[in-house]
């Protein structure tokens, strides 16, 4: 009786929905109507975001974009006969579909996220055995010095945990290479490499061939370890000394769990934030992503594997023989594949770990189009929707996964469609001026509203699009060729802990400027047309407004791809630690105000040692969170800073042996609380309207700066080519 109540109950809502999508009304009751449903979405949002209101509210946004979806199918396709405006409408109309799909898939996935777990605790008797593995191809030695010191700094029985730095760059076949440059380069790594564990406590391992990659490096790990569990940190993401404290405890909870997920956090900006200097402020890309998505895949079980800042149980991988290398992501395929066969995942949302993003845009998209490449292997090879032993729920989280990476497509179809129009008359979109803005407006508004429900505190309005602009261009040809040749992709390494010394425009920067040139020259076909056609102006007006809209979002690119100098490497937090600066044979008590990786601020507790001249050079000594030995290491004075308390002496490490590896991770990484505080600071929800209009003075001046970038950029080509000319 009482499921007979439910299909009825839901029979009737779905006839009240096809009701509302199907009936035929005038453009001002759609208006009203549309209206209706952002004034609705407001005031819950306002009144009662959570809960079964926030699902109604999400309800009511739906009906909306199904209504626009029957009114683009039935009224706006142009006849088949015509196929010089059919083509491009119906490739505009599959994007569309393509977006909406992602959009309904995305619902179902974050509509109500799991909310933070409780960490269970560890009995420390009973604690299984932790290997650590951070495994490395091409990174620098203190880079690896740091992450490998913060791992032997985690809070756990030390007679159960150990660490291994797992080498690709000093492997057998690389050391012995007929490129004799190359072969002692290789042998001078793996003496340096095996020389800094020694020092620090490691397990030193490499192999014999780099076969398959990171999976393979990582499965050479297992087969020289025996610990019950896998720890995986990427050679730039150190951890805090919380992280095996707050993640070990689940697996004694389920003997089925396979792995625990934790976020991927960063204390350097990438390309976008640092170019468009939002860093401090604005919640960066991967926020969304762990803040919310893995959330809410977490809810259906289907949190996935990230490659790093995450523990596996070693019995789970062995039934697979190791980690997934067929494609280039082997993290995601290890995840999809215990899965299907019954393991459970967990997703911890606390910022555990602090890594580094690729500074230069060249790096940025080297690394994105590898996922987007990996995550179409896996789309191809795996087949998640029909993939056998995934409940429903998962084959939809892990299709909406990777379906996500062929925004590329729709993307370049919504840039170029209103250019159809403009430049040579096409009509992909039968439908008048007023109508077109009707439903469009209507449904543009409520498509923000919902994004803004589900993301609002983790992305800014606008955001996500113009992160998909710039990787676009890019990541279309990366993903077509793996639709031609699936296996053709091979892994590459993310270039870490470069750094910026110059203005310029990247190297990959110049068809964002021919794209820019090109909308701009359909502003100016649209004011033609306006004029030419008059009879016509309203559709004119309303497509060129769409291109202006593509204008804006160019020209805020030009920005991202100008890039600026970078000033520091990774952020400081604050950090409190007493200590002592030895300059000369004087000694003084200090103060430590804030830290990072690669140097820290100290306020000198006397007024003898407080005004250090620039480039002076010092040894200092402070408190350490963890037992280790005491110690000093040199620093260089590289600014003095005044304020109402004296001055500050901002300092470069200048490390000399292991010893001080570990007293730079124990200041920058020990306290994972920071992290915490830093994120909830920029998590604030700008709103859709505010959010537009700094979206909208964002790219104003981003114009500007990008096209300064150019030309002065081309003024400088010219003025060196011309002096080279006169030297001669």
Not at 260 to 268: A, G, W
Not at 568 to 578: D, G, T
Not at 690 to 704: C, E, K, V
Request: net charge positive.
């Amino acid at each position: 009786m009482r499921t007979a109540s439910y299909v009825i109950i839901w029979a009737l809502i779905a006839a009240v929905v096809v009701l509302m999508i199907t009936l035929p009304i005038s453009l001002q009751a759609h208006l009203i109507a549309g209206a209706i449903v952002v004034s609705a979405m407001i005031v819950l949002k306002f009144l009662r975001p959570d809960g079964v209101w926030r699902l109604i509210a999400l309800g009511l946004g739906t009906a909306i974009v199904l209504r626009y979806i029957y009114w683009r199918t039935t009224s706006t396709l142009p006849p088949v006969n015509q196929i010089e405006d059919f083509i491009p409408a119906m490739a505009l109309y599959l994007a569309e579909l393509y977006n909406i799909g992602m959009l309904f898939l995305s619902l179902f996935v974050v509509a109500t996220p799991l909310p933070r777990r409780k960490t269970p605790p560890i009995d420390p008797q009973t604690a299984p055995t932790v290997d650590v593995f951070v495994p490395s191809y091409n990174e620098d030695p203190e880079l690896l010095a740091t992450t490998l010191s913060a791992a032997l700094a985690m809070e756990y029985p030390a007679d159960k945990l150990k660490v291994y730095l797992l080498d690709d760059g000093g492997t057998d076949e690389k050391c012995n290479s007929d490129n004799f440059v190359a072969a002692s380069a290789a042998r001078e790594r793996r003496a340096t490499l095996q020389a800094l564990c020694a020092g620090l406590g490691v397990t030193y391992l490499t192999r014999e061939r780099n076969l398959s990659a990171k999976a393979g490096n990582l499965n050479n790990g297992i087969a020289h370890s025996r610990g019950e569990l896998i720890v995986v940190f990427d050679a730039d993401h150190a951890p805090a000394r919380s992280f095996l404290s707050e993640t070990v405890g689940y697996f004694g909870l389920d003997p089925k769990l396979f792995l625990v997920q934790t976020p991927h956090f960063f204390i350097n900006p990438d390309p976008l934030e640092r170019n468009l200097r939002t860093f401090k402020d604005m919640p960066s890309e991967n926020e969304m992503f762990y803040g919310i998505i893995q959330r809410g895949l977490d809810k259906w079980d289907a949190s996935f594997f990230c490659g790093s800042a995450a523990v596996l149980r070693r019995t789970a991988l062995e039934t697979t023989n190791g980690f997934q290398g067929r494609s280039i992501t082997e993290d995601a395929e290890t995840a999809i594949t215990l899965h299907a066969t019954g393991w459970h995942s967990v997703y911890v949302d606390k910022p555990l770990i602090a890594g580094l993003q690729p500074a230069t845009f060249a790096s940025f998209i080297g690394q994105r189009s590898r996922w987007a490449q990996g995550m179409m292997q896996i789309l191809i090879y795996h087949r998640p929707l029909f993939k056998s032993g995934l409940s429903l729920p998962q084959r939809l989280c892990y299709c909406s996964s990777a379906l996500f990476w062929l925004f590329p497509f729709a993307r370049l179809i919504f840039l170029i469609s209103p250019l159809f129009y403009l430049f040579f008359g096409l009509q992909i979109f039968t439908a008048s001026g007023s109508e077109f803005f009707a439903y469009i407006l209507s449904y543009m508004v409520v498509n923000l509203m919902m994004q803004n429900y589900l993301y609002g505190r983790y992305r800014w309005p606008w955001i996500s699009e113009l992160y998909e602009f710039i990787q676009s261009v890019y990541l279309l040809p990366a993903v077509v060729s793996v639709m031609l040749n699936p296996s053709k992709p091979t892994f590459k390494v993310t270039a870490k802990n470069e750094s910026l010394a110059t203005r310029h425009v990247s190297e990959l920067g110049k068809p964002f400027f021919i794209i820019f040139a090109v909308l701009a020259l359909g502003v100016v076909a649209t004011y033609w047309r306006t004029i030419a056609e008059p009879y016509n102006s309203d559709t004119t007006l309303v497509v060129g407004l769409w291109n202006f809209l593509n204008l804006l979002m160019a020209g805020c690119a030009l920005g991202v791809v100008s890039e600026r100098p970078e000033g520091r490497a990774a952020r400081r937090f604050a950090v409190r630690r007493r200590g002592e600066i030895t300059v000369n044979g004087q000694t003084a008590p200090i103060m430590t105000e804030n830290a990072s990786v690669d140097g820290v601020a100290l306020r000198v507790m006397s007024p003898t040692l407080s005004d250090l001249p620039v480039g002076s050079e010092a040894q200092i000594s402070f408190e350490t969170a963890i037992d280790m030995p005491r110690g000093t290491m040199g620093v260089r004075v590289m600014r003095l800073t005044p304020d109402e308390k004296g001055t500050l002496l901002g300092c470069r490490y200048l490390p000399s042996e292991p010893l001080h590896s570990r007293m730079i991770a124990d200041l920058a990484f020990s306290d994972a609380e920071r992290w915490t505080l830093f994120q909830n600071a920029r998590r604030q929800n700008m709103g859709v309207i505010y959010g537009t209009l700094r979206f909208l003075r964002i790219a104003l001046f981003q114009t500007s700066r990008g096209l300064s970038y150019f030309f002065g950029f081309y003024r400088l080509k010219r003025s060196t080519t011309a002096n080279a000319e006169a030297a001669r």
